[in-house]
């Protein structure tokens, strides 16, 4: 797959005579910043995509199936960690630029960047924010069905009354938890969308048009790659996320179609009356607990 780099690598390269100013935030040369960071974002994902994979080979005793749901969380959590640590990294590019932060051009710029990602971020940094200050825990969820199935996880918090579910405060009504088909579509979209804004900062700093051709990044094969395992993820989602945008992500010949939010999207949601299976861990006095899409004795 062609140009598999994202744009603001090629923005980067394209301003490699601009002066930069890193040695004051003891940081790398703005490139280098930013190849270490999409290096680990690729990495990471890589990483996810196969523990997912996983799920979906024999297993012997339910012991071994239960091992490989808690590795796929944890892959997961290490994902959205990069995610987070990426736009941050991506804020620091930007400083990279200038000799002060007090600079009045960079405090436009940043603060463009910041306002044209915020809902990226915010999605991510909930989640993130949650299991970091709130004692959020990642939990597994899926549907089966005879002829298919569908893996998602929703972040676990208390409520008001103690019961342990899916928490109120980034699943709506404590009722509804994310798909892999939606959220790894939506990570790869994310990814494309900080960096499209970023190559737009570093042009209006740089003055220094971006080529039409991407230069390859270190990340581009393994972006590359991403692509192509998220892109054959069957687009089977949660009952919730039908009437949501669907990000699209596609290989096309030698190349991929990425939209960030498509309503027209094939979408196909879970059965009714699927089979439900979630994994809670006891923690010695919770005694209530909250499915998500569980409503009296149905879904």
């Not at 100013?21 to 196969?50: C, G």
């Not at 932060?101 to 463009?112: M, R």
């Not at 798909?179 to 003055?207: M, N």
Request: proline share 5%; aromatic share 10%; with cysteine.
């Amino acid at each position: 797959m062609r140009e598999a780099a994202t744009r603001a690598t090629s923005a980067l390269e394209a301003a490699k005579d601009v002066p930069t100013f890193q040695a004051r935030l003891k940081l790398r040369h703005p490139l280098a910043v930013y190849n270490i960071s999409i290096s680990q974002v690729v990495s990471r994902f890589l990483s996810a995509l196969k523990s997912y994979q996983q799920l979906f080979l024999p297993y012997g005793a339910n012991s071994e199936l239960n091992t490989r749901k808690s590795e796929f969380i944890e892959s997961l959590d290490s994902l959205l960690d990069a995610l987070i640590e990426h736009i941050d990294d991506s804020n620091n590019v930007i400083r990279c630029f200038f000799d002060a932060d007090s600079d009045p051009k960079y405090k436009k710029i940043y603060s463009q960047f910041k306002s044209s990602i915020r809902p990226y971020r915010d999605q991510i940094g909930k989640v993130v924010n949650k299991i970091k200050h709130e004692q959020g825990r990642l939990r597994p969820v899926s549907f089966s069905w005879p002829n298919g199935n569908c893996y998602g996880y929703f972040v676990e918090g208390a409520d008001q009354e103690g019961a342990i579910g899916p928490d109120k405060s980034i699943h709506e009504g404590g009722n509804t938890a994310f798909s892999v088909a939606r959220d790894f579509r939506l990570h790869v979209c994310g990814i494309y969308f900080v960096g499209t804004h970023l190559a737009q900062a570093i042009y209006e700093i740089s003055g220094v048009g971006v080529p039409r051709r991407h230069v390859a990044d270190q990340g581009a094969a393994g972006l590359a790659e991403v692509i192509k395992m998220v892109s054959e993820i069957p687009p089977i989602f949660f009952p919730d996320e039908i009437k949501k945008h669907i990000p699209s992500v596609k290989v096309t010949g030698s190349g991929a179609l990425i939209a960030c939010g498509d309503l027209r999207h094939e979408k196909v949601s879970v059965l009714p009356r699927s089979n439900v299976n979630i994994s809670f861990v006891g923690d010695g006095v919770s005694r209530t607990f909250r499915m998500p899409y569980f409503n009296g004795n149905s879904l």
